[in-house]
């Protein structure tokens, strides 16, 4: 529990990462909108993080707050995970602040969520409950589009076809590779698209490296997790 808070005050109570002024501009950008409700929230880039950020304003609270209760949101989301997995979180939790961390809930909080309900509804859909892996999808989308290569990777899960599992993990990585080029010829036509990926969206080698990877991580943490599934359900 010590870890877990520490973890939430040290990068919820930061004032400089990769992404700190943008998050901040967001913020302000937001509460000061004159749109109406529903368009308010897309100014956050990612909807639900939109209305997060609004729920925040609504009851007074600055824009450290907004990096709070995002940290600590993520953070109970992955621990929840965890304790379902391995019976208690601080060991994969301490693995998870030694790796992903200082990217994600110092910089990257959207995603930060967004893997927290990935998560998650790995766990669903390793268990055979569909329609929770849906929500849980659902909302990890709604905090960063980019979680639908989640989605994409575990369709093979949902509709029982896990030996093509890798067929699928390639396929997820050409959409990750052909992404950037796809948007930053979008944006030749609509501003709006450099808006939200930025100015500078071209994809590298190490990018679809570690694409790669975390396609090789996903696919042995779904295989631990069918087959942790599996034996609880004979046990």
């Known amino acids: ?71 600590g ?16 979180y601080i060991t994969p939790f301490f693995v998870m602040v030694c790796l992903s961390y200082f990217s994600h809930e110092f910089a990257q909080i959207r995603l930060a969520i967004a893997l927290g309900f990935s998560f998650l509804a790995l766990l669903e859909i390793c268990n055979g409950k569909k329609v929770r892996w849906l929500i849980y999808s659902m909302l990890a989308v709604g905090f960063h589009a980019s979680a639908i290569l989640v989605v994409i990777f575990e369709l093979p899960m949902l509709f029982g076809l896990q ?43 190490s990018m679809v490296l570690v694409a790669l990877f975390k396609s090789g991580v996903l696919s042995y943490m779904a295989a631990i997790l069918v087959a942790l599934s599996r034996f609880v359900w004979l046990t």
């Open 1 to 71: 529990m010590i870890l877990f808070a520490y973890a939430v005050l040290f990068a919820g109570i930061s004032s400089s990462s990769k992404d700190y002024s943008n998050y901040i501009n967001m913020f302000q950008e937001i509460g000061a909108s004159a749109l109406a409700y529903p368009e308010k929230v897309f100014l956050g880039k990612d909807p639900l993080f939109g209305v997060l950020i609004t729920w925040i304003q609504a009851v007074g609270l600055g824009s450290q707050w907004m990096f709070l209760v995002a940290v």
């Open 73 to 88: 949101f993520g953070l109970s989301l992955k621990a929840r995970a965890f304790q379902r997995i391995f019976g208690a």
């Open 163 to 205: 030996r093509y599992q890798w067929i699928i993990s390639v396929f997820m990585l050409l959409v990750i590779a052909g992404v950037g080029n796809i948007l930053s010829q979008m944006g030749k036509f609509d501003g709006r698209v450099l808006e939200y990926v930025g100015e500078h969206f071209d994809m590298t080698v």
